[in-house]
């Protein structure tokens, strides 16, 4: 997925497009192409899959890995219309079926571009998520290390737990003012943990939901059968499939709006090679939603999971710790603590390169949206 | 400064403590009052010195006897507000500038033992561990306070100077080209007033004198390295408080799909909405929130902007989802002036977004607000060719009754009236498609010689739009059967444009040469009018040897009866049609009054054997008042009238 190897990719499109257009054998050609394309792909989801689960590098479902997924779609997004568009006829894009595949295809489109805007506003509470546990690392590494710094890493911690398991639905403004400022001393509760509260200002829309949205997205999604299978409606049923699937894995990572019931089944054609992969990452994920998804959580991000395990450990610590404490466990949350710092120092430097790189697949969907929209009004009237 | 200085035994290092020493005393025998920082300085001295004896007096733990007293002491200060339901700062100045001491005398106790060597001392250790608890129990009471504090005073009320936006939405021109033959159009009133703009309208987000408490605690925290508790909870609130105010300004959260899906009238109020939004934000609520933090934050350098971005971004992303929502929405004719609204006020505000966010951090919104305002800038582009489009493809299948003015002309004329308030911006934005249209309107206004105003982008564009307009009524024009008929439809809609021109702010883009031949224009159809009805008419009235002094007794009847036919088929007919000028309606029925009259009168008195009333239908008299009823848009039958006089 390097770049010169799309630039051949295209290059290999524009050249064949100009010699062959008139000349015979130009559908074999196109099934070339295709077929080179649909490799290329297999390749990267192949890479993608063979993420280590844990480690300190690009570990599956950690940022660096979605940010590896996030490029895939947009080299496959440009590549996926290369062969659609480029060098083609307007009129053939406005055939049956595809007067009916594309415009389907941009519903999604469309859906998708309200993903990344709840995605990037869930990246927000992530970002949140860090700013918390920084806290509570500070607080843990002084030395020598007192109550007070444990009453201060809690705290942190507290917050970091509940900001991590807030209710997707919960997100009407008042709802939430009123929990997180109505504690304090008037009202007689003591309870302080709420000090570091955020309100959830994510919400995309009332009542829009991200599992809908992926609900709605496969609609009508299925694979090209027989001689369609060979020819254009393909290349517009594997864009579908990448943008309904790479959304599909942003919500399952990332907090957003709204996603119970998410759907954790997706129409993929297992009977095509190139599909193999994405396949398993797909049940990969979808199992360990089931897994997840009872216990309310903030989303299968790895960094977040990660920083879940070791907060619940460390509030254990903080709980029933006194001073000065002891040697070996002093040692080992000492352990704990530089892990929780690493993923810190990964979130500082991963998620804000995340939103950007989301925020320019925002902008390509959109711009994916006027090319097609410009080719079928050239190619006659929309339905 | 307290390791090293201990640290020196040389003589040399003592000297300079004892002049630095004499120099103090001397600078504080002539003040009277203590500042602030110099207070601060003197108590750790204080305690420093303390410190110093103490470990000089005993190796031990019991060196450390007075420290632990005075630990004991900011310790009941401290502890006892645990216990207490009453806000610090609610109680009182007294209160507040006590427990700030407090904290203070804790935070120097601390320096001072973690400055001294840790030599294994057990006593040293559990006065550290203490102090450090203690403030940790100060600073989690400092941050309940500071949240209490913003609360209280989050200034809920919106301010007072700020027009409700449902004045803002007077102005919702919502007709559609498409729709026009059915209804008639309606006259758009005037744009969205512009002497009500917000201008910059810093206010306090926070009642002025709460400013000093929240930086004095800023000041604590900061010092105690306890900044990041601080900005989560400062952000947190003041984001809300942001967020309260947005949603005051009634903006409905939208989705993408929600706003590609919306009908026009809903959109229409909308886009408005944001217009406003837009300003009331960023001019007045992010402006007054910068001079906030500046206020709150300006000394701890980057934390500031940092902060400002966090309370700001949310809100920031909301509005520009909508903006791009619109943007890449299908540019219908109708949406150009409210997405020229959109336009201009991002255009307006795009230098305000860049000093806001001038930094690094704020990169991002700025980047992101200069694509909108070229989307929004594309968007105007592509609203105003659909506008020209459908101006000139406005189809009918039937000709419009009467030969009126048609709802086309009208809706043209005052939508274009409307683009002279908009007509730098579009200056700007139709200038790279200027040359062709230039070349389109083939007008000498377009030449070298003609004046700056008439010139212009827009100028040319307005004028390619109207002779659009006027091609697509030549069209129509043809679906009259009557070609009578046509020459007052087209009279009818020429004259319309030209009032339309002179009596709004579109003269001078048209310019004098525009309506001197657009008045020829309709004239010359006025003219063509009074040929096609009248000239056969009073060619019945001629003459047909002029030689003779009379007619005989019968040609004269028979060309009275002729006259009195074809007379009468012109008034069936063209009592239904309509002039809606009242001044146009009557120069155009003098002139055929003049015509017909005249030619009557003179037929009538060359005749003077034969006038009795058996053989003239239609006295002149009578003639010249049946013509009054032309034009009046009721049809009037003569013969029905005829015979019921008669029976």
Same mark, same amino acid.
């Given at each position: 997925?390097?770049?010169?190897?799309?630039?051949?990719?295209?290059?290999?499109?524009?050249?064949?497009?100009?010699?062959?257009?008139?000349?015979? %054998?130009?559908?074999?050609?196109?099934?070339? $192409?295709?077929?080179?394309?649909?490799?290329?792909?297999?390749?990267?989801?192949?890479?993608?899959?063979?993420?280590?689960?844990?480690?300190?590098?690009?570990?599956?479902?950690?940022?660096?890995?979605?940010?590896?997924?996030?490029?895939?779609?947009?080299?496959?997004?440009?590549?996926?219309?290369?062969?659609?568009?480029?060098?083609?006829?307007?009129?053939?894009?406005?055939?049956?079926?595809?007067?009916?595949?594309?415009?389907?295809?941009?519903?999604?489109?469309?859906?998708?571009?309200?993903?990344?805007?709840?995605?990037?506003?869930?990246?927000?509470?992530?970002?949140?998520?860090?700013?918390?546990?920084?806290?509570?690392?500070?607080?843990?590494?002084?030395?020598?290390?007192?109550?007070?710094?444990?009453?201060?890493?809690?705290?942190?911690?507290?917050?970091?737990?509940?900001?991590?398991?807030?209710?997707?639905?919960?997100?009407?403004?008042?709802?939430?003012?009123?929990?997180?400022?109505?504690?304090?001393?008037?009202?007689?509760?003591? $309870?302080?943990?709420?000090?570091?509260?955020? !309100?959830?200002?994510?919400?995309?829309? @009332?009542?829009?939901?991200?599992?809908?949205?992926?609900?709605?997205?496969?609609?009508?999604? +299925?694979?090209?059968?027989?001689?369609?299978?060979?020819?254009?409606?393909?290349?517009?049923?594997?864009?579908?499939?990448?943008?309904?699937?790479?959304?599909?894995?942003?919500?399952?990572?990332?907090?957003?709006?709204?996603?119970?019931?998410?759907?954790?089944?997706?129409?993929?054609?297992?009977?095509?090679?190139?599909? /193999?992969?994405?396949?398993?990452?797909?049940?990969?994920?979808?199992?360990?939603?089931?897994?997840?998804?009872?216990?309310?959580?903030?989303?299968?991000?790895?960094?977040?999971?990660?920083?879940?395990?070791?907060?619940?450990?460390?509030?254990?610590?903080?709980?029933?710790?006194?001073?000065?404490?002891?040697?070996?466990?002093?040692?080992?949350?000492?352990?704990?603590?530089?892990?929780?710092?690493?993923?810190?120092?990964?979130?500082?430097?991963?998620?804000?390169?995340?939103?950007?790189?989301?925020?320019?697949?925002?902008?390509?969907?959109?711009?994916?949206?006027?090319?097609?929209?410009?080719?079928?009004?050239? %190619?006659?009237?929309?339905? | 400064?307290?390791?090293?200085?201990?640290?020196?035994?040389?003589?040399?290092?003592?000297?300079?403590?004892?002049?630095?020493? /004499?120099?103090?005393?001397?600078?504080?025998?002539?003040?009277?009052?203590?500042?602030?920082?110099?207070?601060?300085?003197?108590?750790?001295?204080?305690?420093?010195?303390?410190?110093?004896?103490?470990?000089?007096?005993?190796?031990?733990?019991?060196?450390?006897?007075?420290?632990?007293?005075?630990?004991?002491?900011?310790?009941?200060?401290?502890?006892?507000?645990?216990?207490?339901?009453?806000?610090?700062?609610?109680?009182?100045?007294?209160?507040?500038?006590?427990?700030?001491?407090?904290?203070?005398?804790?935070?120097?106790?601390? $320096?001072?033992?973690? %400055?001294?060597?840790?030599?294994?001392?057990?006593?040293?250790?559990?006065?550290?561990?203490?102090?450090?608890?203690?403030?940790?129990?100060?600073?989690?009471?400092?941050?309940?306070?500071?949240?209490?504090?913003?609360?209280?005073?989050?200034?809920? !009320?919106?301010?007072?100077?700020?027009?409700? &936006?449902?004045?803002?939405?007077?102005?919702?021109?919502?007709?559609?080209?498409?729709?026009?033959?059915?209804?008639?159009?309606?006259?758009?009133?005037?744009?969205?007033?512009?002497?009500?703009?917000? =201008?910059?309208?810093?206010?306090?987000?926070?009642?002025?004198?709460?400013?000093?408490?929240?930086?004095?605690?800023?000041?604590?925290?900061?010092?105690?390295?306890?900044?990041?508790?601080?900005?989560?909870?400062?952000?947190?609130?003041?984001?809300?408080?942001?967020?309260?105010?947005?949603?005051?300004?009634?903006?409905?959260?939208?989705?993408?799909?929600?706003?590609?899906?919306?009908?026009?009238?809903?959109?229409?109020?909308?886009? #408005?909405?944001?217009?406003?939004?837009?300003?009331?934000?960023?001019?007045?609520?992010?402006? !007054?929130?910068?001079?906030?933090?500046?206020?709150?934050?300006?000394?701890?350098?980057?934390?500031?902007?940092?902060?400002?971005?966090?309370?700001? @971004?949310?809100?920031?992303?909301?509005?520009?989802?909508?903006?791009?929502?619109?943007?890449?929405?299908?540019?219908?004719?109708?949406?150009?002036?409210?997405?020229?609204?959109?336009?201009?006020?991002?255009?307006?505000?795009?230098?305000?977004?860049?000093?806001?966010?001038?930094?690094?951090?704020?990169?991002?919104?700025?980047?992101?607000?200069?694509?909108?305002?070229?989307?929004? +800038?594309?968007?105007?582009?592509?609203?105003? #060719?659909?506008?020209?489009?459908?101006?000139?493809?406005?189809?009918?299948?039937?000709?419009?009754?009467?030969?009126?003015?048609?709802?086309?002309?009208?809706?043209?004329?005052?939508?274009?009236?409307?683009?002279?308030?908009?007509?730098?911006?579009? #200056?700007?934005?139709?200038?790279?498609?200027?040359?062709?249209?230039?070349?389109?309107?083939?007008?000498?206004?377009?030449? &070298?010689?003609?004046?700056?105003?008439?010139?212009?982008?827009?100028?040319?564009?307005?004028?390619?739009?109207?002779?659009?307009?006027?091609?697509?009524?030549?069209?129509?024009?043809?679906?009259?059967?009557?070609? +009578?008929?046509?020459?007052?439809?087209?009279?009818?809609?020429?004259?319309?444009?030209?009032?339309?021109?002179?009596?709004?702010?579109?003269?001078?883009?048209?310019?004098?040469?525009?309506?001197?031949?657009?008045?020829?224009?309709?004239?010359?159809?006025?003219?063509?009018?009074?040929?096609?009805?009248?000239?056969?008419?009073?060619?019945?009235?001629?003459?047909?040897? &002029?030689? !003779?002094?009379?007619?005989?007794?019968?040609?004269?009847?028979?060309?009275?009866?002729?006259?009195?036919?074809?007379?009468?088929?012109?008034?069936?007919?063209?009592?239904?049609?309509?002039?809606?000028?009242?001044?146009?309606?009557?120069?155009?029925?003098?002139?055929?009054?003049? @015509?017909?009259?005249?030619?009557?009168?003179?037929?009538? =008195?060359?005749?003077? +054997? /034969?006038?009795?009333?058996?053989?003239? @239908? /239609?006295?002149?008299?009578?003639?010249?008042?049946?013509?009054?009823?032309?034009?009046? =848009?009721?049809?009037?039958?003569?013969?029905?009238?005829?015979?019921?006089?008669?029976?």
């Amino acid at each position: 997925m390097t770049g010169t190897d799309q630039s051949s990719f295209l290059g290999r499109i524009s050249i064949r497009r100009n010699q062959v257009n008139a000349m015979e %054998g130009y559908h074999e050609q196109e099934i070339e $192409d295709l077929e080179l394309f649909q490799k290329q792909l297999s390749d990267r989801f192949a890479e993608l899959l063979s993420a280590p689960d844990d480690g300190p590098t690009e570990a599956f479902l950690s940022i660096s890995w979605i940010r590896k997924l996030v490029d895939v779609f947009l080299c496959c997004e440009t590549e996926c219309k290369a062969i659609l568009l480029m060098e083609r006829d307007a009129a053939q894009i406005s055939k049956p079926p595809l007067d009916r595949l594309i415009p389907e295809l941009l519903e999604r489109v469309v859906k998708a571009m309200d993903i990344c805007n709840a995605v990037t506003n869930g990246l927000e509470l992530v970002r949140h998520c860090q700013k918390l546990a920084e806290i509570a690392v500070s607080a843990l590494e002084q030395k020598p290390f007192g109550e007070g710094q444990a009453r201060r890493a809690k705290k942190a911690l507290v917050s970091l737990m509940s900001a991590m398991h807030v209710d997707d639905k919960e997100s009407s403004v008042q709802k939430t003012a009123e929990r997180s400022w109505s504690f304090g001393r008037r009202s007689g509760n003591k $309870d302080r943990h709420h000090g570091h509260y955020r !309100s959830l200002s994510w919400q995309v829309a @009332k009542h829009w939901s991200a599992s809908k949205q992926i609900h709605a997205m496969t609609m009508n999604l +299925a694979a090209p059968r027989g001689p369609e299978a060979s020819c254009l409606p393909a290349p517009v049923y594997i864009l579908s499939l990448i943008i309904v699937f790479v959304m599909w894995v942003l919500i399952a990572a990332i907090p957003c709006q709204e996603r119970s019931g998410l759907t954790t089944h997706l129409p993929i054609n297992k009977h095509v090679n190139w599909t /193999h992969s994405l396949a398993s990452i797909h049940d990969k994920i979808g199992e360990e939603w089931k897994k997840k998804e009872k216990k309310g959580m903030a989303g299968l991000l790895y960094e977040m999971q990660k920083m879940e395990k070791l907060g619940q450990s460390l509030i254990e610590f903080t709980d029933s710790y006194q001073f000065p404490g002891e040697k070996e466990k002093l040692d080992e949350v000492a352990a704990q603590v530089a892990e929780l710092a690493e993923v810190c120092r990964r979130m500082d430097e991963g998620l804000v390169p995340l939103q950007m790189l989301i925020r320019e697949a925002f902008h390509r969907l959109v711009r994916n949206r006027t090319e097609f929209l410009d080719v079928l009004e050239q %190619g006659g009237p929309v339905v | 400064m307290d390791e090293c200085q201990s640290a020196i035994p040389a003589h040399d290092g003592d000297l300079h403590v004892v002049a630095a020493a /004499h120099h103090i005393v001397k600078a504080l025998g002539t003040t009277k009052n203590l500042s602030d920082d110099l207070r601060k300085i003197l108590i750790d001295l204080d305690a420093h010195l303390s410190l110093i004896t103490s470990n000089i007096d005993s190796k031990g733990g019991k060196g450390f006897v007075e420290v632990e007293e005075r630990l004991k002491r900011v310790e009941r200060k401290i502890v006892i507000w645990e216990s207490d339901r009453i806000m610090i700062w609610d109680s009182g100045p007294k209160e507040v500038s006590d427990y700030l001491e407090a904290v203070d005398e804790v935070q120097t106790l601390i $320096d001072s033992l973690r %400055g001294l060597s840790m030599n294994e001392n057990q006593k040293q250790k559990e006065l550290l561990h203490r102090a450090s608890s203690l403030l940790q129990m100060a600073m989690s009471r400092l941050e309940e306070e500071l949240i209490h504090m913003l609360v209280k005073h989050k200034q809920q !009320s919106e301010p007072t100077y700020m027009p409700s &936006p449902s004045s803002q939405r007077n102005v919702v021109y919502n007709e559609s080209v498409v729709s026009l033959d059915n209804e008639s159009a309606k006259e758009a009133s005037s744009k969205s007033s512009r002497s009500d703009e917000c =201008g910059e309208y810093i206010v306090d987000l926070v009642p002025e004198h709460v400013i000093p408490d929240i930086k004095s605690i800023a000041k604590v925290m900061f010092a105690s390295d306890y900044g990041q508790e601080f900005c989560e909870a400062f952000i947190g609130v003041r984001k809300e408080a942001l967020e309260q105010h947005f949603d005051i300004l009634e903006n409905g959260k939208l989705s993408i799909e929600d706003v590609l899906k919306m009908e026009w009238c809903s959109l229409s109020t909308e886009m #408005n909405k944001w217009t406003w939004s837009m300003k009331i934000i960023f001019r007045v609520y992010l402006m !007054s929130e910068k001079r906030l933090c500046d206020q709150v934050l300006g000394e701890f350098g980057s934390v500031n902007s940092f902060c400002f971005l966090e309370i700001a @971004k949310t809100t920031i992303l909301c509005l520009l989802n909508f903006g791009e929502a619109i943007a890449m929405g299908p540019q219908e004719p109708e949406k150009l002036l409210r997405l020229l609204d959109m336009y201009e006020t991002l255009a307006d505000l795009v230098l305000d977004i860049d000093a806001l966010f001038s930094e690094d951090g704020g990169s991002f919104v700025r980047l992101e607000f200069h694509k909108l305002l070229e989307g929004l +800038a594309d968007s105007v582009k592509a609203a105003f #060719n659909t506008f020209r489009v459908a101006v000139s493809s406005n189809g009918s299948l039937y000709p419009f009754p009467g030969g009126g003015v048609h709802p086309l002309s009208k809706y043209v004329m005052n939508y274009i009236s409307m683009f002279p308030d908009y007509s730098s911006t579009l #200056n700007l934005l139709l200038e790279d498609q200027h040359s062709d249209v230039a070349s389109l309107v083939s007008e000498p206004q377009c030449g &070298p010689t003609a004046s700056l105003s008439t010139s212009c982008p827009m100028a040319c564009h307005l004028r390619s739009i109207t002779s659009s307009l006027e091609s697509n009524l030549h069209k129509k024009s043809k679906l009259y059967k009557d070609e +009578a008929l046509q020459h007052i439809f087209l009279m009818n809609n020429l004259h319309y444009m030209v009032q339309k021109v002179k009596g709004s702010e579109l003269r001078p883009f048209f310019g004098d040469e525009w309506i001197r031949k657009h008045n020829a224009k309709f004239q010359q159809h006025e003219m063509n009018y009074e040929r096609v009805t009248w000239s056969s008419v009073v060619l019945l009235l001629k003459d047909d040897n &002029p030689g !003779s002094s009379s007619l005989s007794k019968s040609a004269f009847k028979e060309k009275c009866k002729g006259f009195s036919i074809a007379f009468e088929e012109v008034y069936k007919n063209q009592t239904s049609w309509c002039i809606p000028d009242p001044q146009l309606r009557e120069d155009l029925r003098i002139s055929t009054s003049l @015509k017909v009259v005249h030619a009557y009168r003179t037929f009538l =008195g060359r005749n003077p +054997a /034969h006038v009795d009333d058996k053989c003239i @239908k /239609h006295t002149v008299e009578d003639v010249e008042k049946l013509l009054l009823d032309l034009f009046e =848009g009721s049809p009037r039958s003569l013969r029905n009238s005829r015979r019921m006089m008669k029976t």
